[in-house]
């Protein structure tokens, strides 16, 4: 009895040391286990109390539907898929499958070339606007087996503190930020150390923030090696770029990838289920299928503990601390089927990943009928996934037009902008922001103007670069088309820029102006008949044209001026 004393009053001790190194969790009544220092009582309530959990039924874990983690934030991209099963209680578990096209990105399957990645890149400068990411959260620490121990004790009560849970990844959308050149290709969070003796809680390990522009927009993806070894050997035969472009969509469109997802309460899009890997260790697989795989043995056998009646009880009932732990995993461990749209600064950081948690240590199992437990739990893996990052350029004005059509001209006259300028086609390569001040109201009276690479014909099925280049016009609320007068028909041009911007119905929905410059190149009576047809079309539809020279600065205040009751009228 007063050894027993003994060993309690160091146990304080050993209580008062934890505290100084702020080594503590909260407790939560209903599933964890108690906090450190648990006396033996209350690690019994604690384990009888696992065998009264409502989820106790193999079933009910799979059944119940999941919270919208993500509802406060728009969908990235709305795709088709089909339901091929639907199973579990309530209907809520669903088995899709959709086209690999909407889990990849066509941007990082066109880089087979090398050589010409190398040119783009080159030729791109330090602007990036597609980047995959693989993002791995960290292993929970391991639970520590150890006894107490003093000058009159070789072997004291257990003191064995719990491992610390896995780091997490968190994503942030920020202002300031305006490329995704920075974005690493991998970001990996440390794992939790293991608990040490003395009741010590393993350290936790540190988050990861990864910080995008906003407008930027987070899918789940596959790994990008795994799809380029599925379609490698179909592309061998293919080594011409544009049939190379063409032949991957075809490829991505045609393969269909299987997800397992779960409804959301809110009905919008369906989360797919993110899987954390088994327990790690080569001694798993020698386990038997009635014995917990997570445990760490010292000593003693795995064998001799399946040998003890009080071994086989406790098992029982850490199988259903396990089953809560997968519980809440599968909570958590969900992301949505469409992305999620950082269109606007977060106010907080977003989790994407969540780190395992820690193990317990062997002072959870002190019990009426274990006295030394020389036995501890293995903490959870953590998760791994790709995620496709995509920036969508946020500017209040896109002009849009063919190559060569004077766009950057026009942008470098309207700002501080400074855009690459040409006498060829293609001179932008990519989208160039720059902030115009109309001198009227004053010096807070501004606005945003993006310039895009020039749009050709059928840009919206990706011929060229059309798909990469038609995203950064998505968030504009007023478009600007720009057309040339040197063309031999303006009004076909601009025909075309409507297709293959989502037709006239498309259009409509935004305030459109239409420029029509290099309008000093000639008066000839061609000219006049050109900008006549392209007046009269505009009038029909109601949209405002303005005839300049972006070159000789003509009319730029005018198409300022424009430009800024384009923006005030939405």
Same mark, same amino acid.
């Given at each position: 009895?007063?050894?027993?004393?003994?060993?309690?009053?160091? =146990?304080?001790?050993?209580? /008062?040391?934890?505290?100084?190194?702020?080594?503590?969790?909260?407790?939560?009544?209903? +599933?964890?286990?108690?906090?450190?220092?648990?006396?033996?009582?209350?690690?019994? /309530?604690?384990?009888?109390?696992?065998?009264?959990?409502?989820?106790?039924?193999?079933?009910?874990?799979?059944?119940?539907?999941?919270?919208?983690?993500?509802?406060?934030?728009?969908?990235?991209?709305?795709?088709?898929?089909?339901?091929?099963?639907?199973?579990? +209680?309530?209907?809520?578990?669903?088995?899709?499958?959709?086209?690999?096209?909407?889990?990849?990105?066509?941007?990082?399957?066109?880089?087979?070339?090398?050589?010409?990645?190398?040119?783009?890149?080159?030729?791109?400068?330090?602007?990036?606007?597609?980047?995959?990411?693989?993002?791995?959260?960290?292993?929970?620490?391991?639970?520590?087996?150890?006894?107490?121990?003093?000058?009159?004790?070789?072997?004291?009560?257990?003191?064995?503190?719990?491992?610390?849970?896995?780091?997490?990844?968190?994503?942030?959308?920020?202002?300031?930020?305006?490329?995704?050149?920075?974005?690493?290709?991998?970001?990996? =969070?440390?794992?939790?150390?293991?608990?040490?003796?003395?009741?010590?809680?393993?350290?936790? &390990?540190?988050?990861?923030?990864?910080?995008?522009?906003?407008?930027?927009?987070?899918?789940?993806?596959?790994?990008?090696?795994?799809?380029?070894?599925?379609?490698?050997?179909? !592309?061998?035969?293919?080594?011409?770029?544009?049939?190379?472009?063409?032949?991957?969509?075809?490829?991505?469109?045609?393969?269909?990838?299987?997800?397992?997802?779960?409804?959301?309460?809110?009905?919008?899009?369906?989360?797919?289920?993110?899987?954390?890997?088994?327990?790690? $260790?080569?001694?798993?697989?020698?386990?038997?299928?009635?014995?917990?795989?997570?445990?760490?043995?010292?000593?003693?056998?795995?064998?001799?503990?399946?040998?003890?009646?009080?071994?086989?009880?406790?098992?029982?009932?850490?199988?259903?601390?396990?089953?809560?732990?997968?519980?809440?995993?599968?909570?958590?461990?969900?992301?949505?089927?469409?992305?999620?749209?950082?269109?606007?600064?977060?106010?907080?950081?977003?989790?994407?990943?969540?780190?395992?948690?820690?193990?317990?240590?062997?002072?959870?199992?002190?019990?009426?009928?274990?006295?030394?437990?020389?036995?501890?739990?293995?903490?959870?893996?953590?998760?791994?996934?790709?995620?496709?990052?995509?920036?969508?350029?946020? =500017?209040?004005?896109?002009?849009?037009?063919?190559?060569?059509?004077?766009?950057?001209?026009?942008?470098?006259?309207?700002?501080?902008?400074?855009?690459?300028?040409?006498?060829?086609?293609?001179?932008?390569?990519?989208?160039?922001?720059?902030?115009?001040?109309?001198?009227?109201? $004053?010096?807070?009276?501004?606005?945003?103007?993006?310039?895009?690479?020039?749009?050709?014909?059928?840009?919206?099925?990706?011929?060229?670069?059309?798909?990469?280049? !038609?995203?950064?016009?998505?968030?504009?609320?007023?478009?600007?088309?720009?057309?040339?007068?040197?063309?031999?028909?303006?009004?076909?041009?601009?025909?075309?820029?409507?297709?293959?911007? $989502? &037709?006239?119905?498309?259009?409509?929905?935004? /305030?459109?102006?239409? %420029?029509?410059?290099?309008?000093?190149?000639?008066?000839? =009576?061609?000219?006049?008949? +050109?900008?006549?047809?392209?007046?009269?079309?505009?009038? /029909?539809?109601?949209?405002?044209?303005?005839?300049?020279?972006?070159?000789?600065?003509?009319?730029?205040?005018?198409?300022?001026?424009?430009?800024?009751?384009? %923006?005030?009228?939405?």
């Amino acid at each position: 009895m007063v050894s027993h004393c003994v060993g309690r009053v160091q =146990a304080t001790r050993h209580l /008062e040391r934890s505290v100084w190194f702020g080594q503590f969790r909260w407790i939560h009544r209903s +599933r964890n286990p108690p906090d450190n220092a648990p006396t033996l009582n209350e690690n019994d /309530e604690w384990l009888n109390r696992l065998n009264q959990n409502p989820y106790s039924n193999d079933d009910t874990i799979q059944l119940t539907s999941t919270r919208n983690l993500f509802k406060s934030y728009k969908p990235a991209k709305m795709i088709d898929f089909e339901i091929m099963e639907t199973n579990g +209680r309530y209907g809520n578990n669903i088995k899709i499958t959709s086209p690999l096209l909407n889990f990849s990105s066509m941007n990082y399957l066109k880089q087979l070339d090398r050589q010409r990645n190398k040119e783009q890149l080159y030729r791109q400068g330090n602007f990036q606007d597609t980047k995959i990411i693989c993002c791995k959260s960290g292993h929970g620490g391991d639970g520590c087996v150890s006894f107490f121990r003093d000058a009159n004790r070789r072997i004291g009560p257990p003191d064995g503190g719990d491992g610390g849970h896995g780091g997490s990844i968190y994503i942030q959308a920020v202002k300031g930020l305006n490329s995704l050149t920075k974005l690493k290709t991998r970001y990996v =969070a440390p794992d939790g150390r293991s608990g040490q003796a003395g009741q010590l809680d393993g350290a936790k &390990g540190k988050d990861i923030l990864i910080k995008v522009p906003v407008g930027s927009t987070i899918r789940w993806c596959i790994d990008p090696k795994l799809v380029r070894d599925r379609i490698s050997q179909r !592309l061998s035969s293919q080594l011409n770029v544009s049939a190379l472009s063409v032949s991957l969509r075809n490829i991505l469109k045609d393969e269909e990838v299987t997800l397992d997802c779960i409804k959301t309460d809110s009905q919008i899009s369906p989360n797919i289920k993110l899987s954390r890997e088994s327990y790690i $260790g080569p001694e798993i697989n020698s386990v038997p299928k009635d014995i917990s795989p997570n445990w760490i043995f010292k000593d003693k056998t795995l064998e001799y503990h399946m040998e003890k009646h009080w071994f086989v009880d406790l098992n029982n009932k850490m199988k259903q601390y396990d089953r809560n732990l997968l519980f809440e995993e599968r909570k958590n461990d969900v992301f949505p089927l469409y992305g999620i749209d950082l269109d606007v600064d977060t106010t907080g950081p977003i989790r994407l990943l969540k780190g395992g948690q820690g193990g317990l240590g062997n002072m959870h199992f002190l019990t009426s009928m274990i006295r030394n437990p020389r036995f501890a739990k293995k903490g959870r893996p953590g998760l791994e996934c790709w995620f496709l990052v995509e920036l969508k350029i946020i =500017a209040d004005i896109g002009l849009i037009g063919f190559p060569n059509a004077g766009k950057s001209t026009i942008l470098n006259r309207l700002s501080n902008a400074k855009p690459r300028i040409g006498h060829w086609e293609f001179t932008t390569l990519t989208p160039s922001i720059g902030t115009v001040s109309s001198g009227i109201i $004053g010096a807070d009276d501004t606005f945003t103007v993006a310039d895009i690479p020039g749009i050709v014909k059928d840009a919206h099925l990706d011929r060229g670069m059309g798909l990469d280049f !038609l995203k950064h016009i998505e968030r504009s609320t007023c478009w600007c088309f720009v057309l040339s007068l040197e063309s031999k028909d303006p009004l076909q041009d601009f025909m075309i820029l409507i297709d293959e911007v $989502g &037709g006239i119905g498309g259009v409509k929905k935004r /305030e459109v102006l239409v %420029v029509a410059n290099k309008a000093d190149l000639t008066e000839s =009576a061609d000219t006049i008949v +050109r900008y006549d047809r392209l007046s009269q079309f505009c009038n /029909e539809h109601n949209w405002d044209i303005l005839p300049i020279s972006a070159l000789k600065n003509h009319n730029i205040d005018l198409l300022v001026h424009k430009m800024r009751k384009c %923006v005030t009228t939405m």
